[in-house]
């Protein structure tokens, strides 16, 4: 599901946390500063803003863990914007500027 309005995080534990009991995935575009989330794969919320519009090429993704709440940035999506920077293959994004965009990102829309 693409976000539409800024929910807070009680509101995605209870209302957005369908496939996994400790996590919500999601997926950012960076570009369109959207957010996706709820999914059981990264892969459908990756597709799900593309189908939306946004270029393959500004989408990352992560889970966000319930306890204790962090973010970890690591998805399949990731594994392509890092062979794009020269960085590996990796899931796991470790560029700290991209890191701190995205969460800025991300916090627009979850409280």
């Given at each position: 599901m693409i976000l539409s309005n800024a929910i807070d995080l009680e509101d995605l534990w209870e209302n957005h946390n369908h496939?996994?009991?400790d996590m919500v995935k999601f997926c950012i575009d960076k570009k369109k500063r959207q957010v996706a989330i709820d999914a059981d794969m990264h892969i459908d919320l990756e597709n799900e803003l593309y189908d939306a519009g946004s270029d393959i090429k500004d989408i990352y993704g992560g889970n966000i863990m319930k306890?204790?709440?962090e973010v970890i940035w690591e998805s399949h999506p990731n594994i392509d914007r890092n062979r794009e920077?020269?960085?590996?293959?990796?899931?796991?994004l470790t560029d700290q500027a991209t890191i701190d965009e995205l969460f800025d990102i991300l916090k627009e829309w979850i409280k």
């Open positions: 496939f996994y009991d306890d204790p709440v920077r020269g960085i590996g293959r990796g899931r796991e």
